[in-house]
Antibody, heavy 118, light 107 residues
Framework: EVQLVESGGGLVQPGGSLRLSCAAS????????MSWVRQAPGKGLEWVSV???????YYADSVKGRFTISRDNSKNTLYLQMNSLRAEDTAVYYC????????????WGRGTLVTVSS | AIQLTQSPSSLSASVGDRVTITCRAS??????LAWYQQKPGKAPKLLIY???SLESGVPSRFSGSGSGTDFTLTISSLQPEDFATYYC?????????FGQGTKVEIK
């Protein structure tokens, strides 16, 4: 079955760090563009980051310099390393697969909740 | 960054109604626009890509149109399962951005 499963969310204090994982099955992460999208409680969707199949990465201005997207090809898993976390980073984080012919997210995980609070 | 403004932000409609949601981009994005449906507690679901292409498995009552700066999502005959929040998203340039969402509620 083709699916994405996020993990690693939880409660973290402001200034802390957290690493999210997104395990893929049914397809190869490294052959695809993969992205993270977040949604603060009761709010809309916000794109966070993307990693190309070739390894190039892009970030939203709100997380640039604090978050790092990466992947482990041997584990077929996408990651989001989040440092210097702020209260405004509190959100459900979704990983998603990008289809580059047509450009869209065709496959989403169920999300993992990150809460930044003291 | 390209801003996407959806209108209306919310609407009330009845089953069987024709519903139109508009997404306006702050600058031209060609046809690099997708539409998603999201229900509470669930991940978004792709409806339309490339502004007007219907995703496989999505009912034909959903349609998209537009290019450049003005885009429309139309539901030709609203069904009970269509009550949800709808988002547009542009892929023309970084940072990729979403509209603020349109909540479709039952009248």
């Amino acid at each position: 079955e083709v699916q994405l499963v996020e993990s690693g969310g939880g409660l973290v204090q402001p200034g802390g760090s957290l690493r999210l994982s997104c395990a893929a099955s049914g397809f190869t992460v490294s052959s695809n563009y993969m992205s993270w999208v977040r949604q603060a409680p009761g709010k809309g969707l916000e794109w966070v980051s993307v990693i190309y199949s070739g390894g190039s990465t892009y970030y939203a201005d709100s997380v640039k310099g604090r978050f790092t997207i990466s992947r482990d090809n041997s584990k077929n898993t996408l990651y989001l390393q989040m440092n210097s976390l702020r209260a405004e980073d509190t959100a459900v984080y979704y990983c998603a697969r990008v289809v580059v012919i047509g450009w869209y997210f065709d496959l989403w995980g169920r999300g993992t909740l990150v809460t930044v609070s003291s | 960054a390209i801003q996407l403004t959806q209108s209306p932000s919310s609407l009330s409609a009845s089953v069987g109604d024709r519903v139109t949601i508009t997404c306006r981009a702050s600058q031209g994005i060609s046809s690099a626009l997708a539409w998603y449906q999201q229900k509470p507690g669930k991940a978004p679901k792709l409806l339309i890509y490339d502004a007007s292409s219907l995703e496989s498995g999505v009912p034909s009552r959903f349609s998209g149109s537009g290019s450049g700066t003005d885009f429309t999502l139309t539901i030709s005959s609203l069904q009970p399962e269509d009550f949800a929040t709808y988002y547009c998203q542009q892929f023309n340039s970084y940072p990729w951005t979403f509209g603020q969402g349109t909540k479709v509620e039952i009248k």
